[in-house]
């Protein structure tokens, strides 16, 4: 069976958080929407 679904989408989101976090005050994306603060409130 395939993964898939919103189980899936959640795991990889927090993996995209943690790789992000990890980047440390080298991670400055143009959008505020993908700041780290912005993607734990969407989070949860």
């Known amino acids: ?3 898939t ?3 899936k989408n959640v795991e990889n989101w927090q993996k995209m958080i943690v790789a992000c976090t ?3 005050g080298d991670y400055k994306p ?4 993908l700041t780290v603060a912005s ?5 949860g």
């Open 39 to 43: 993607m734990n409130n969407a989070a």
């Open 5 to 7: 679904g919103h189980a």
């Open 30 to 33: 143009p959008n505020t929407d």
């Open 1 to 3: 069976m395939a993964e």
């Open 22 to 24: 990890g980047f440390g």
